[in-house]
Each structure stands twice: as C-alpha cells, then as structure tokens.
C-alpha cells in the first residue's frame, strides 16, 4: 500500500495540534491531547502502527505525574510528539535507535507552549481588569466578556499554530543536514523500545511519591542500560 505524502502528514499533523490545543484549554473534547489517542488516530489515518503507538507510550509514561491542577500548565507533550512523527515519515525512521538523538533534541518543546500559554495569561489579565472596572462603575458589559473570550481563544489558537508551523520549519531543515541524517541513528548504540521506555517510566515512578520505589528504579534503570549498552 502507498503511504501518504508529506503534505498529507503535515495537514494531518497540524489538525491534530490544533485539537490538542482546543482540548486543552479551550473546550472538553475528551482525551484528544493525550499522545496514545494522537498516536491512535494516526495509525488510523496513515496505517502506521510503528512508530506512532511505541512513541505514544514513550511520552505517555514520561510526563505521567504531571497534569493540571490550579494555575499550573503541565508540559504538552504532542508538540513534540507530532514533530517526531513527521520527522519520521520524511526521513523514514523506523528504530528506536534512530529516534534517540531527535527524542532528546525536542523532548524541551513540549515547555515551549506552555510558557507561550502562560505569557499570553499575564497578557489576559489586562481585559480582566477592564471588566472589574466597568463592574465597578455599573456600567453595562454588553458583550464585552464574550469578546475577550473570542479574542483569547483566537490568540491561543494564532500562537500555538504559529509555534508549530516555524519549529516543523526548523527541524526540517536541521535534520536536512546530511551529517544529522547520517547520524541520527548512531547517537546511542544499541537502544530498543524498552530501554526508551525504561528512560521515561521515570515520570509513572514520580508519581508514587514513594521514596524505595524511587531507588529501587534507579537501580534497575542503571543495570538495564549499562547490558544493553555495552
């Protein structure tokens, strides 16, 4: 069976950020952030089992102990996933080897939306001010509050595309390079799925809060990666 071309990945791609970033903030649509459901629809759309779901699993397990709560904004984790999938459909990575080095490269850009999320609040917090002040004054709010919800979720969406749209951008044209490409896969030796997930099980472990658990891990981490390493 033919796989789709890159311009189908990258509209695919981009409708799912979209709705990862809808589900997050915007509206309730479920689970649609999460990468195992991002890797599903994937494998759906495109018939690629591997790598989508591995590498679900990957960003699933590594960001485990953070969610929202309060004010906090957890680290999106499709961000970076999707780029890797699309990364993968370019340059037909298929290892887990050949994703170790991208992995490492662009695990820091599922922080980047959050703090363009948390910017953009501290930018918010001036039309919440306008609307205490006319509150204040009992003048008549008319549609007011609905216009700064609009215009709130028009500059998430802006942000949020525009950040997706340079680092695809970006990362094409870094792992363009030849050298990159040709040493993508030889970063790490010898590296598998389990060793990758062993690596971000430190995420489901902190969420324990049990300090032996924590060493017990530690252990059994060091003693994995040092066999399949050597």
């Known amino acids: 069976m033919e796989m789709p071309g890159d311009a189908y990945h990258m509209v695919l791609a981009g409708l799912l950020f979209m709705a990862a ?7 309730n649509i479920g689970f649609i952030e999460r990468p195992l459901v991002i890797g599903f629809i994937w494998w759906l759309c495109t018939g690629q089992y591997s790598p989508a779901l591995p590498l679900a699993l990957f960003f699933e397990l590594f960001w485990l102990d953070l969610f929202h709560i309060g004010g ?22 298929s290892t887990p080897a050949a994703f170790t080095f991208p992995l490492a490269m662009l695990l820091p850009l ?12 501290d930018y918010q917090k001036n039309a ?21 919800i609009a215009i709130s979720i028009v500059q998430q969406l802006v ?30 030796l010898n590296v598998d799925w389990p ?9 489901s472990l902190l969420s324990l809060r049990i300090k032996r658990a924590y060493i017990v891990f530690s252990l059994c981490a060091v003693i994995i990666i040092v066999f399949k390493l050597v």
């Open 128 to 148: 919440s001010s306008l609307l205490l002040r006319q509150a204040r004054r009992s003048a008549p709010l008319d549609a007011l509050p609905a216009q700064q």
């Open 21 to 27: 970033v809808a589900g997050r903030n915007i509206c």
């Open 72 to 93: 906090y904004i957890p680290p999106m984790g499709a961000f970076p996933y999707l780029l890797l999938l699309l990364l993968s459909s370019r340059f037909a990575w």
């Open 195 to 203: 060793v990758l997930y062993a690596i971000a099980a430190i995420g």
């Open 159 to 188: 942000i949020a595309l525009s950040l997706f749209i340079a680092a695809t951008a970006v990362c094409y044209t870094v792992f363009s390079l030849n050298m990159l490409e040709e040493k993508t896969g030889g970063i790490v």
């Open 110 to 121: 599922a922080y980047l939306l959050p703090y363009a999320e948390s910017r953009q609040r």
